[in-house]
């Protein structure tokens, strides 16, 4: 069975940051595209950044842009997102995708003061 597994997450105060990992043992990340997306409590999944299996390209939903950046490293199987100047509105659980349609448990990330 395929798990991918999200780490890093947290709680921190506003303006502070996380970089959030996934990574998986039972196949290469990088095979296609891996994105991030969050939920929060009382709202839908939604994207957050995407990285193309070359790692040539990257999106961000607006809310994120200038703050997050989606990364990865090929020689740890592992993608990251940093994630900077946090807001309290960016409180949620973070779940990494593979485009070969594995989703991972999630990751709590809370902002607060």
């Known amino acids: 069975q395929v798990r991918l597994v999200e780490s890093g997450g947290g709680s921190v105060q506003p303006g502070e940051s996380l970089r959030l990992g996934c990574g998986s043992a039972?196949?290469?990340?990088?095979?296609?595209?891996v994105s991030w997306h969050r939920q929060a409590p009382g709202k839908e999944r939604e994207f957050v950044a995407s990285i193309t299996g070359d790692g040539g390209s990257t999106n961000y939903a607006n809310s994120v842009k200038g703050r997050f950046t989606i990364s990865r490293d090929i020689s740890k199987n592992t993608v990251y997102l940093q994630m900077n100047s946090l807001k309290p509105e960016d409180t949620a659980v973070y779940y990494c995708?593979?485009?070969?349609?594995?989703w991972g448990q999630g990751t709590q990330v809370t902002v607060s003061t």
């Open positions: 995708y593979s485009l070969r349609g594995y």
């Open positions: 039972e196949f290469a990340m990088f095979s296609s595209g």
